[in-house]
């Protein structure tokens, strides 16, 4: 598949990224030289500087054999022009990432029909949307659902008093049908076999039904709450998506917003939210309007550093979760270390959500994990697949990936050796970034 990404920051660098490891030919058009450079010295890709609005570098970089059209940069009108110039080419697949909301919201400029744009981006909008599944449970680092929502994976730390450490997966007994998917250790993510031990402060992916999955945490030492009010810093368009999307759940909202124009500009579109107009990095405001008793405190500024400092203050004054936005992918490893609960990125967010739309084929979606070392893909097993009627047992499965679930008809599994696949199986594949190509190449027909 022939790809061209528009934009070389974040977003199009980790597409690029992992579009190049598996195989694709692809071109991304940069403005700006520095970072055509990084692309150039660290991925295997075709590097074009240059606007992506331009018909002489589209043409350049083979726009008219093109399969897919990705444009994610920081301008949102050149996003939307150049995927219309895209179409204009015979482009069968555009994505365009769209943050102003005048643009995201309006149901007349993103009909596909007339901008020619078969998916829009808003990172603000999946942002908000990860925040609040991570609200509805509180003791993950992350949450991912698939089978239509039947299967749950959550990415948990091992607590120092969880009755599982120092115990052999095949010594763990719980009366549920689950999987340890993966473990990261150390900045280390591996497939864990029966033999291995579970550590303190690992961080285990764990893919069970949703509807077991209280009740295994349970066993893995984790108990879920239910968080009933929440604190936000920062009245941006994160912070005003996720206060809408908490207000549907009945959930307690306050936003602490230091531009005075823009808290009396939310205060108008939120209903039960309380906007309060002050610095969220002054203590004495933060104790007084109660934020250290809080269930949740969100920092949600475009400040990477404030967002951190403010964490860390409500941490200081007893808030049971906090959740910081990291836009710098050199400080997320850190800021758990710290004391903070959870880091999200909204590029990797985005990045993410980019991906389960372009996969092709019989793959119905696909999901960045562990700070994108790892990816969970969903697909349907082909008629003439090499991997069908084995014993999963007998498979020469690549290592470094392992089966979840298997869907047939109505019924999921969660697979042992001794269960086989058939064609239109619905199946659920955890695989370390190495060993997502030869996955994909099993399930070739």
């Known amino acids: 598949m022939r790809v061209i990404i528009i934009g070389a920051g974040k977003v199009g660098y980790n597409i690029a990224q992992i579009l190049s490891n598996e195989n694709h030919d692809v071109v991304v058009i940069e403005q700006i030289e520095e970072r055509c450079k990084i692309i150039e010295d660290n991925l295997d890709v075709q590097v074009i ?46 994505i365009a990432r769209v943050r102003n909301p005048e643009y ?9 029909k007339f901008l020619g744009i078969d998916l829009i981006i808003n990172p603000e909008q999946v942002t908000a949307r990860e ?19 039947k299967i749950q994976l959550l990415e948990l730390r091992v607590s120092n008093n969880a009755p599982i450490i120092n115990k052999q997966l095949k010594d763990i007994k719980i009366p549920y049908q689950y999987l340890f998917a993966s473990i ?20 285990i992916f764990v893919l069970a039904f949703t509807e077991d999955m209280i009740h295994i ?28 999307l908490l207000e549907e759940k009945k959930i307690g909202v306050k936003i602490i ?41 969100i920092s949600l500024t475009e400040d990477d ?51 389960k739309f372009i996969r092709k084929g019989h793959i119905i979606s696909a999901s960045l994990l562990g700070r994108a070392n790892a990816e969970i893909i969903e697909l349907v097993v082909p008629e003439n697949a090499k991997i069908i009627n084995t014993f999963l047992k007998d498979l020469a499965f690549p290592q470094g990936a392992i089966i979840g679930t298997i869907t047939r008809g109505e019924e999921v599994v969660i ?28 399930f070739m027909e």
């Open 104 to 112: 995201a919201d309006d149901k007349h400029l993103i009909n596909r």
């Open 257 to 297: 917003e230091k531009n005075l124009e823009r808290c009396k500009e939310i205060a108008k579109t939120l209903n039960s939210t309380l906007v309060i107009h002050g610095d969220g990095t002054d203590i004495d405001l933060l104790k007084e309007e109660g934020a250290g008793q809080v269930d949740a405190f």
């Open 49 to 94: 500087q240059g606007s992506g609005s331009s018909s002489d570098i589209l043409y350049e970089a083979g726009i008219q054999s093109t399969d897919l059209f990705i444009a994610v940069t920081e301008a949102d009108e050149l996003n939307m022009i150049a995927c219309l110039l895209a179409k204009g080419y015979g482009v069968p697949k555009t």
């Open 415 to 442: 697979p042992s050796g001794n269960d086989y696949l058939i064609p239109g199986d619905r199946v659920i594949i955890f695989a370390l970034s190495q060993a997502v190509p030869k996955v994909g190449k099993l």
């Open 305 to 355: 550093k404030l967002n951190l400092l403010v964490s860390l203050l409500v941490k200081h004054l007893g808030v049971k979760k906090s959740i910081a936005q990291i836009r710098r992918s050199d400080y997320m490893p850190l800021v758990e270390r710290v004391g903070v609960d959870i880091a999200i990125s909204p590029r990797t967010l985005t990045a993410s959500a980019i991906l």
């Open 217 to 244: 945490e349970k066993y893995i030492g984790k108990e879920r709450t239910r968080i009933k009010n929440v604190m936000i810093l920062g009245g941006g368009r994160i912070g005003y998506h996720l206060a809408q």
């Open 131 to 149: 925040v609040s599944e991570l609200i509805d449970v509180p003791e993950a680092i992350d949450v991912e659902y698939y089978a239509d929502r």
């Open 184 to 203: 990261l250790r150390n900045e280390k993510m591996f497939i864990p076999r029966g033999s291995d031990v579970i550590k303190e402060n690992d961080i």
